[in-house]
């Protein structure tokens, strides 16, 4: 019933800039955190940033990369400027309900598919 839809992931060149985008229903939408964490083979999910529905309040481990939101249209976006082949990962978008900015897959209880973000050197 809840549904997370990630798009926008693809294959770029080192350097370049990609959008990710994450459509959510089924939920009401600024009651939630929302994150991505990104995945490679053999290794643990990553968190790579997080937004509150409250308040704003935003957190991402690399400089690169900026989190936002549209609570009027549901989406919430990551924006990754200056790629690097370490980037490449399935990147997933997630909700968890609450005004923190939480940074542990534990404490999101809703997730998409995944979109492969593929950065070529």
């Known amino acids: 019933q809840v549904q997370l839809v990630e798009s926008g992931g693809g294959l770029v060149q080192a350097g370049g800039s990609l959008r990710l985008s994450c459509a959510v229903s089924?939920?009401?939408?600024?009651?939630?955190?929302m994150g991505w964490f990104r995945q490679v083979p053999g290794k643990e999910r990553e968190f790579v940033a997080a937004?509150?529905?409250?308040?704003g309040r935003a957190d991402s481990v690399k400089g690169r990369f900026t989190i936002s939101r549209d609570n009027a249209e549901n989406t919430v976006y990551l924006q990754m400027n200056s790629l690097k082949p370490e980037d490449a990962a399935v990147y997933y978008c997630?909700?968890?309900?609450?005004?923190?900015?939480?940074?542990?897959?534990?404490?999101?209880?809703?997730w998409g598919q995944g979109t492969q973000v593929t950065v070529s050197s």
């Open positions: 937004i509150s529905g409250n308040d």
């Open positions: 089924g939920l009401t939408f600024r009651s939630y955190v």
């Open positions: 997630a909700a968890g309900y609450g005004s923190s900015v939480f940074t542990l897959p534990y404490q999101y209880g809703y």
